[in-house]
């Protein structure tokens, strides 16, 4: 099969969608010159190949408002052109992720920019982010080697920020991002939780950090889901006031004893695996408020959990589980 050739198990777009989606994904092209671009196009996904430069056609593409180049061979200079390419000015969605780039690519032309992915390549600061649009609904920069969250403070309007697998020590500059409403940080090197004064927040996650408490979060009252496993944190605190909480993650940790989390009526998954829990009696105590709702527990690996009669106790504990640790109840 020639370079161009496009893999069978690819059906082509219905005649509608022909004239402004252009699907060349896992085609392992090296290059566009086989291929046309009509000028009606709107979005073009081009994951997956071998592209080493942008081909100069799709600066013409006016009404292009989605271009996907994820998992592609483009470095730093491969993807200057944006910054000049004007009649693509409104661009909606733009995916670089998955490449070879170590600085954020000069965006600023894209005046309404919505999605802006870079994750997965080799990017060592978040700087030139200052002269991306505050139109920005979602920015990831997941898997990169970024040491300081900054030059975020614009985004109004931001609703999700992935900077997980990074380098990242401190959470900052987070305070004017009053639209926030997911927040993804795992696999850092974070000690302490600091939101900036944040209580939007729905979906969080610190997991695989470097924190030993988890205070900080009291204030972040329209949580509903909280992942800090794979942690050093010794005691459940600062979780009363959550009570929109439906998800709560703190597997692997220090954890000792079940707390802060009677009043938590909403709860449906409880994560407390491998942990240090010794008493059944901890959970039965903590869970007050929320054993007629939670449908999901995993407590494995923890002393508690090696008793005889561990699976019947917790039934017992939750009249409604329908799952606990890896048995699911018909």
């Not at 690819?10 to 092209?29: F, G, V, W």
């Not at 200052?130 to 614009?154: A, D, G, P």
Request: net charge negative; aromatic share 4%; hydrophobic share 40%.
């Amino acid at each position: 099969m020639g370079s161009s050739a496009k893999p069978e198990k690819h059906d082509p777009p219905p005649e509608s969608d022909a004239a402004t989606l252009l699907d060349l994904s896992s085609c392992q092209l090296r290059d566009l010159s086989s291929v046309d671009l009509p000028p009606t196009l709107v979005e073009v996904d081009l994951t997956a190949n071998r592209l080493v430069a942008l081909d100069p056609r799709l600066s013409q593409l006016s009404n292009l408002k989605k271009l996907s180049l994820r998992q592609n061979l483009l470095n730093d200079d491969a993807v200057l052109p944006l910054s000049s390419w004007h009649s693509i000015s409104a661009l909606q969605e733009l995916v670089l992720r998955d490449n070879q780039m170590k600085i954020i690519p000069d965006v600023t032309i894209f005046k309404t920019l919505l999605v802006f992915d870079v994750s997965f390549n080799e990017i060592t600061s978040l700087s030139g982010l200052s002269k991306v649009s505050n139109t920005l609904k979602e920015l990831y920069v997941s898997k990169n080697e970024v040491t300081k969250m900054e030059e975020i403070e614009h985004f109004h309007e931001l609703q999700i920020l992935e900077l997980g697998s990074n380098r990242l020590r401190v959470m900052e500059n987070l305070q004017n991002l009053s639209s926030l409403v997911e927040l993804w940080l795992g696999r850092n090197r974070i000690r302490v939780i600091d939101l900036c004064g944040l209580k939007c927040i729905k979906k969080l996650s610190l997991q695989s950090n470097r924190l030993t408490s988890m205070t900080g979060l009291e204030e972040c009252v329209a949580l509903e889901e909280l992942y800090l496993s794979h942690n050093g944190i010794a005691k459940m605190e600062g979780l009363s006031t959550l009570v929109n909480l439906r998800v709560l993650d703190v597997a692997s940790n220090k954890l000792t004893e079940v707390n802060d989390i009677a009043n938590l009526t909403r709860l449906e998954d409880l994560w407390l695996n491998d942990n240090q829990i010794a008493s059944m009696d901890s959970l039965t105590e903590g869970v007050t408020g929320f054993r007629e709702s939670l449908t999901t527990i995993y407590l494995e690996r923890n002393p508690c959990a090696t008793s005889p009669n561990y699976m019947s106790r917790m039934r017992e504990i939750f009249p409604k589980i329908e799952q606990v640790d890896s048995e699911i109840f018909a």
